[in-house]
């Protein structure tokens, strides 16, 4: 019987313990504002892509209370395409972008992060013209990304987040079949939202 009762002890101390740490899950929904660069290197005059405001669902995993990844999502995007302001067609992307970011700790109120991490752009569904002539965009785009931000504390699971990105984007233009150059749209991406965690 003592030996039973000293096996319920420990284990209740293990379940406490178990209990008293924090899940390594961090869900949050954001929404993002795309501010894109639109540095045109083409021989199609001002070509640019929209700003567009989007929403956003990222999934972090902590796998230190300072290390953590994160995958950032969205559903695939409708963006229009402008040369001179001319609206010139739609094209969509889907633009998962994943991060290793470091998470301050020792601050009281708000926890500041910085990361930094790859970013891979599917671009489909293109309806593009220049007149005469079908306009294409390569097809994918896989490029760097740069992140800071901070969690604000509401209660043990709920917070408040501020985000900011710089995504590396870019995409060849064609012109019929002749590469005609390169454009990047490069956004950066400002987001807030609230995160959750498990």
């Not at 293990?14 to 008293?20: H, I, K, L, M, R």
């Not at 961090?26 to 199609?44: I, K, S």
């Amino acid at each position: 019987m003592k030996k039973i009762l000293i096996a319920a002890a420990v284990g209740m101390l293990v379940a406490g313990s178990v209990a008293a740490q924090e899940s390594p899950w961090l869900v949050r929904v954001r929404a993002v504002h795309l501010n894109m660069a639109n540095t045109n290197n083409t021989t199609v005059a001002g070509l640019t892509v929209n700003d567009k405001t989007i929403p956003e669902l990222d999934i972090s995993y902590f796998f230190t209370k300072n290390i953590a990844a994160e995958l950032i999502l969205t559903v695939p995007q409708k963006q229009h395409v402008y040369s001179n302001g001319a609206d010139l067609g739609t094209f969509k992307h889907l633009p998962p972008t994943l991060t290793v970011q470091y998470h301050f700790t020792d601050f009281t109120g708000y926890k500041p992060y910085v990361g930094a991490g790859l970013n891979y752009t599917q671009i489909t569904a293109e309806k593009i013209s220049a007149g005469s002539n079908n306009v294409t965009l390569s097809d994918k785009s896989i490029g760097g990304a740069l992140q800071a931000g901070v969690d604000i504390p509401l209660t043990k699971q709920v917070s408040l987040n501020i985000d900011v990105k710089k995504v590396y984007i870019k995409s060849h233009v064609y012109v019929g079949v002749t590469d005609v150059g390169t454009l990047k749209l490069d956004p950066i991406v400002f987001g807030v939202g609230v995160g959750y965690r498990f």
